[in-house]
């Protein structure tokens, strides 16, 4: 089950929204993608958004992404 959460300007970015519920900030490009999120930056919000989680199994392999080439 996806957990959907409200972020604001105060949560600052995806990476500290991920060190807080995903435990990792290294995760945050999952958030990311799966919200169409292209900027963590979210200091510039004027309005609560809301945010779908990844499962917790999906936040087992930690870091960026591999590019395939």
């Known amino acids: 089950m996806t957990m959907i959460i409200q972020v604001t300007a105060a949560d600052i ?9 995903l435990g990792d900030a290294t995760q945050w490009w999952r958030i990311s993608q799966l919200n169409g999120i ?6 510039r919000l004027t309005s609560p958004i ?7 199994s999906a936040t087992l392999t930690a870091g ?5 080439a």
């Not at 970015?13 to 519920?21: E, I, K, Q």
């Not at 292209?38 to 200091?43: F, K, M, V, W």
Request: proline residues 11%; charged residues 15%; negative net charge.
């Open 64 to 68: 960026l992404p591999e590019l395939v």
């Open 13 to 21: 970015s995806l990476f500290h929204v991920a060190a807080r519920y």
């Open 38 to 43: 292209s900027d963590p930056d979210l200091s």
């Open 50 to 56: 809301s945010v779908a989680l990844p499962s917790q």
